[in-house]
């Protein structure tokens, strides 16, 4: 198969990008899209040219590294597919492939279609965890968890963090990631103690990293390689308006006199 | 307090504002609506129009424990008060959000599930404003195609509507008002946490339903009059006060 790609390259954040075109043949349908790519790379070293960056890890759909809008859609046309996941039979030969980065004013372009994806990380730092005391490992089984309140964190806990959800946000908007890392642990009995105080932290820095808001379009489900639902978004948004609006009521302190 | 500032500055408790502020708007216009259709009432008595008294109780309603047009004047106020939140949280949201992609894709992004109605409700919102300033004008002030008839809502409205101007701006109005409502009055759950999965479809097809119906009974009036349905007025306006002094 071949195709002609068209493809964002640009050294370094503070040069000026643009799109270029590359011819690239020799491909065959069973090859992923990054497999392409590095077809495409291997060949402009061959020019002599700079191989495209792109950044990819475990190639399995599990690591959430792989970030390219295909076409103008986030991970390509599949559903619940990343890009290391998309075949080129899924495209006709001879198409035309327009690969972008990711864009959204959080997610810094370091190079070409690598974006700097840390204001994920420091969300994460902010509340995305729960506080246990060391010591010995507790029995696993000691609190019991009815098996859909399980399978549900579990939908959330699929999320890898890719940032399919904010490139496919016409708002640039990281609720859908942010909704599920707040939900996979507030569902559970263990995230219970900071349930409240973890939403509001998390939102908070969610939105010091310059991320949009959220228009319910559901833009981002539809993207999600983990097909995680908006429904979660729904759960956030409940959460966040009882630990601001309901909680933590201050009670301490004595009732003065007028 | 500062808890409220937390939340009036995140974006989800915008947004939440937005929701309430909404939900707040569409009952209005429930009630609105079920005035409206009193123009389709039977006269109460010869040249005596429901609608007209209708008009009147509005003033009136909460007399003698308060003087005429309190209780009118505090529902325009909580009304336009809901309508200011709801019109500055959303221009604070969408300046945010423009921000957060400030280098656009090349490529055409896909719309995969944003539905017309949802990617249009910054346009569709913007012209409601323009709607509400120029309806007002028009009914409430009686600035704008002026109508002679003073107080009679009635022959307001069979004047007005003969015009197939009139008639034409308030059907695309009103098609503008049902879009905006076909996202919105679902949207309004889902940012207040009330969707769930269980009832997501129930609220989808209850703001299909809402946008509809909204739209088909709001423009029945207008339609009415037109088609020439509705008879013409009489000098109506000391007939309807004999008519209350009877009562
Ligand atoms: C007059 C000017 C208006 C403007 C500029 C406007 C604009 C908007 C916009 C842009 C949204 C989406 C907000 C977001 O997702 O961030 C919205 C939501 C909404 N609007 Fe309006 N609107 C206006 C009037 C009205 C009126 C008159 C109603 C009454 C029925 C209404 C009902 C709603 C509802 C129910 C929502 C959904 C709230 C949500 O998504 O949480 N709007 N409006
Ligand atoms: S490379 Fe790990 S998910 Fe694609």
Redesign the pocket.
Known sequence: MNFTLKIWRQRSHSEPGQMVRYDVDGVTPGMSFLEMMDLLNEQLTVGGEEPVAFDSDCREGICGMCSMVINGQAHGPARATTTCQLYMRQFEDGEEISVEPWRAAAFPLLRDLVVDRSAFDRIMQAGGYISVHSGPKPEPNSIPIENALAEEALDAACCIGCGACVAACPNGAAMLYTAAKVSHLGILPQGQPERYTRVTRMVAQMEHEGFGSC??YAECEAACPKEISIKFIGRMNRDYLTATLRRPIKRDGPMDSQ | MQRVGTFYRSVIGK?AI??AT??I??AF?VFHLIGNLKAFLPDPAPGVYDIDLYSKFLRTVGEPLFPRTTVLWTIRCVLLVA?GL??AC?VQ??KQNRDARPVAYIHKPARREATPSARW??YT??F??LF?VLHLLQFTTGTLGSTGFGESVYANLYLAFHKLYFVGFYAVAMLILAL??FH??W??FQ?LGLDNPDRNLGLRRFAMAVSIGIFLAFASVPAAFYSGLMQAPKPAAQLTQQFEQQR
Request: charged share 5%; no cysteine.
């Open positions: 228009r319910n | 947004k937005v929701a909404g939900a708007l569409l216009l309508l709801h019109i959303v949201l969408a409700m910054l919102g913007s409601l404003i509400i905006h409502l919105g009055a949207s309004l940012s």
